[in-house]
């Protein structure tokens, strides 16, 4: 522009033309600033931000008060309500619209009608002009009293609207609010109603709290590292994902702040990426969520559900930030500090209600006292008072009769006391009955009373306040969201492996690109690779599509991270013509693309076996020499299994002096590693090797774990760590097929209680050991070799004494199908289980191995995959 000019300070301004024969010169400086300043703090304090008040952005609370003021107990067109609130907001309908229907899809404080939309989905509500809205009983009870509000002119000065709304409630912890403003943002989470309340009780009788999220769309959370809903704490959040079958999965419930739509994106993505494995996605989203996600025969239900958590929107994180509006600014609190506040501005809030109605009380016993001295003593009809000329005469005179009755009177009386009871109509005093009028003013007395009562215990009253609210609406607001602690779930164990990766061993390349170079193995691309090097080097590199790692290539796999089953078994010669050496050792952790050494460094030095093995497996190798004088033998044997596993950065054992002529493989040995401890985590219902939770034993090859439920079904399944486990667990432990086991039941089919002694019989299938019909409770599940039971009877039957039952005298073990001995044709209240007179015989300690071999934890193989099988258990190299 060419009028506009830089000052030497820098700062813009702009000189009027010369035509215009002024040199006045702006600023632009200081406009820019505060004009900024401005607009930062009316985003901040009118727009972005709740109030920690009432809990209500400015918006919300002009809805909240022109719907008060249209309330007539009926609906309301919401377009009405949006060109009522005009009056009071500064901005279009488009803004009110939003935030009205906002307010509506909380479904507290406004009932709905009509098409609202759909928080699943994502589905947006009908226009204005077909739906429907109302003041719920609740924002009725909790939210209004124009006699304790204060006031303020709209922005035009033509209306009154108030400063903040009266919410005698936590509000703003049971909606939540996100709002975004200048240089600042603000996201409280919704909780629970119930619990709010809990809380508010609990802090005013000086208790401790805890106060944790809870989500209109349900789904699980981790408030582990809630913080109580500070700056800097975070949240995660996880979709219920239940097994329909071996390739269904049903997403029921989805993370708080997403949609079925969005949910369904994500997963389309990491199928597009290849993380996970699904044949389609289904939307079945109506009043509940339920999408479907169909997989590929073949694939793990367990390892996807793991996969649609760690590539998928199943889980998010959410970062809270409690920041609201209090004395004018922006003030950054916890969920326990804003429980706190708002709850002793509630208090206040009843403390001036009860005030008011003092006074109002007061205000009905003094003239209702005046009333009844004025009609009783007949003072209307006093010759001086009919006689008065004036209404200033008239006022005397009754001045002067009520004196002597002045201690009836809660205060003094004034002259519009006066001119209040001169208004009384002759109807009135016609109809006036002096004992009616007595227990009038003992009632008001009364009230009185109580209310000065209430004001003087005001947090007892309180206390009565929050307990009303949760007996009158907490049944309408169960918790939705299930809290529990989440194992972290490593996204480099549960993506799928969509690529392929191959070597070019002449050029010293690797990648996923090679198609037409050797194939190596399975893996994605966000795995890490190993190779080891002939001259005993080695180096950890990422996945790539083409990447020169140099030649020589001894072995290469996909590396695992604190994998300290998969063992190395190694012979190097040390140098040029140094002794042979042999070792066992694990690759744990290292930094990528750094290189490292087995041997000893020297040059010349030269791997001469090299066996990976996934569960620790150590062979018998025959070592054969070059011939020389006076050697007694040609060969050797070395068993790998007597060689100690150490660090990788030790020297090794030497294996001989003489010369190697070759090195071959005599027999294929077991695990070294013995069998794998278990636990089950009970907070997160996954199985674990680190100690987490209940010690399950130690588990072989083809051990299993039993799982039974509390409905009757049970099943067996492996020991993975990946497998996923219900909520209703009644037993989990070492399968064991000679265990007996005694249930109590209730048969429905006839009716009467039955025993029956059982063993369970091995399946990944669910079976039902109560019988065919769905309607048998269990009463009693025992695992003790020689239970006994007590049998209490009830009803009629309730003089009966107790019967004691020795399960193994009652009846036989037999299959877990049969129906077993009924008890007894008498009512039974109740069944107990008594402490048994004897024992099984203790078993003794077994030393020896299983001999169920091991079972490799690579995961997962495919049939016809023997080559990638072949690859995993371990790559054996002899080198001439």
């Known amino acids: 522009m060419e009028n506009e000019k830089t000052d030497i300070s820098g700062h813009s301004s702009y000189r009027v033309p010369a035509s215009d024969k002024s040199d006045t010169k702006y600023q632009l400086s200081g406009m820019f600033q505060n004009w900024f300043l401005d607009y930062a703090s009316y985003v901040i304090l009118e727009r972005a931000v709740p109030h920690m008040s009432d809990g209500l952005k400015p918006v919300q609370r002009r809805i909240l008060h022109s719907m008060k003021l249209l309330d007539d107990g009926r609906f309301n067109k919401v377009a009405n309500i949006v060109g009522h609130t005009m009056q009071f907001h500064p901005h279009g309908d488009a803004s009110i619209g939003d935030a009205l229907v906002q307010l509506g899809q909380k479904d507290l404080l406004i009932d709905c009608q009509g098409n609202w939309g759909n928080i699943l989905t994502g589905d947006s509500a009908a226009a204005p002009r077909y739906i429907e809205a109302r003041l719920s009983k609740f924002a009725l009870d909790v939210v209004f009293n124009p006699k304790i509000t204060e006031w303020k002119l709209s922005y035009d000065g033509r209306k009154k609207e108030p400063v903040t709304l009266p919410v005698k ?97 994500s997963i389309l993505k990491a199928l597009d990426k290849g993380k996970i494995k699904i044949r389609k996605v289904d939307d079945n989203t109506a009043q509940h969520a339920e999408i479907l996600v169909h997989l590929i025969p073949g694939t793990s239900s367990d390892k996807a559900i793991d996969a649609l958590y760690a590539f998928s929107d199943c889980e998010v994180s959410v970062s809270p930030n409690c920041c609201v509006i209090n004395e004018d600014k922006p003030h950054f609190l916890t969920v326990g500090e804003l429980l706190r506040m708002s709850v002793d501005h509630t208090k206040e809030l009843l403390r001036q209600e009860l005030e008011l109605q003092r006074g109002e009380t007061l205000e009905n016993l003094h003239f209702a006292s005046l009333e009844k001295i004025f009609i009783e003593e007949r003072i209307y009809k006093d010759k001086e008072f009919e006689e008065s000329e004036t209404m200033e005469e008239a006022i005397v005179h009754i001045h002067k009769r009520l004196v002597p009755f002045g201690a009836l009177f809660v205060r003094e009386v004034t002259d519009e006391d006066i001119l209040k009871l001169m208004e009384i109509k002759m109807a009135r005093i016609l109809r006036f009955n002096s004992d009616k009028a007595e227990e009038a003013i003992a009632a008001l007395k009364e009230h009185v009373c109580e209310l000065e009562n209430h004001l003087a215990h005001i947090t007892d009253y309180t206390i009565h306040w929050y307990t009303y609210l ?183 054992n030497i294996v001989t002096k003489n010369e190697i002529h070759k090195i071959s493989l005599k027999e294929k040995g077991g695990s070294t590693l013995g069998g794998r ?95 065919e019909n769905p309607e048998s409770a269990l009463i009693l599940l025992s695992d003790e070799a020689f239970p006994r039971f007590e049998v209490i009877f009830g009803g009629h039957d309730a003089f009966r004494e107790p019967l004691i039952i020795e399960a193994s005298d009652f009846i036989a073990v037999k299959g877990f199908k049969a129906k077993g001995k009924r008890i007894s044709t008498y009512n039974i209240e109740t069944v107990n289980e008594l402490e048994p007179t004897r024992h099984a015989p203790e078993k003794p300690e077994n030393t020896e191995d299983s001999g169920n071999g091991e079972v490799s934890d690579t995961g997962s193989v495919e049939p016809g995959d023997s080559d990638l099988l072949d690859e995993i258990n371990g790559q054996m190299k002899l080198f001439d």
């Open 169 to 265: 409630f936590p509000l703003l912890l049971a909606q939540g609010v996100e709002g975004i403003a200048v240089g600042l943002s603000s996201k409280i989470l919704p909780h629970n109603f119930n619990e709010i309340l809990d809380a508010a009780v609990a802090y005013l009788k000086g208790e401790e709290f805890e106060l944790f999220p809870d989500f209109q769309t349900g789904g699980s959370i981790d408030v582990t590292r809630y913080n109580d809903g500070e700056r800097g704490g975070s949240v995660k959040i996880r979709a219920k994902i239940e097994k329909r079958d071996n390739r269904t999965l049903a997403i029921t419930e989805i993370p708080y702040g997403k949609t079925t739509s969005t949910v369904i994106d």
């Open 470 to 652: 949760k007996n009158k609406y907490g049944k309408d607001f169960p918790r939705r969201t299930e809290i529990r602690s989440f194992d972290t779930i490593e996204a480099a164990k549960v993506v799928e492996a969509n690529e392929k990766l191959y070597i070019n061993r002449e050029e010293g390349f690797i990648g996923t690109s090679l198609k037409k170079d050797e194939y190596i193995c399975n893996c994605s691309d966000i795995d890490d690779i190993i190779i080891f090097y002939k001259d005993g080097k080695y180096k950890i590199v990422k996945v790539s599509d083409k990447m020169f790692v140099g030649k020589n290539i001894l072995y290469i796999n996909v590396f695992k991270k604190n994998d300290n089953r998969t063992i190395y078994n190694v012979i190097y010669r040390d140098g040029r013509n140094g002794l042979h050496y042999i070792k066992r050792f694990a690759v744990t952790g290292v930094t990528r693309d750094k290189e490292y050494d087995l041997t000893q460094g020297k040059d010349g030095s030269r791997i001469v076996w090299f066996s990976a093995n996934p569960n620790g497996e150590a062979e018998i190798l025959k070592i054969t020499f070059k011939p020389k004088p006076r050697m007694k033998s040609l060969y050797i044997e070395k068993d790998f299994s007597e060689i100690a596993i150490k660090g990788r950065q030790s020297m090794g």
């Open 677 to 771: 401890q278990v636990w089950f985590d009970w907070d997160v219902l996954r199985l674990n090797y680190d100690g987490r939770g209940e010690f399950l034993g130690e588990f072989h090859g083809n051990d299993q774990i039993l799982v039974v439920l509390q409905n009757g079904d049970y099943y067996t399944s492996s020991f993975d760590a990946g497998n996923h486990y219900e909520t209703n667990i009644l037993f989990i432990e070492k399968y064991d097929a000679n265990k007996v086991w005694t249930a109590v039941l209730n048969d429905a089919d006839q009716g009467y209680p039955y025993l029956k002694r059982f063993q369970f019989e091995q399946g990944n299938k669910k079976q039902n050991f109560l019988g």
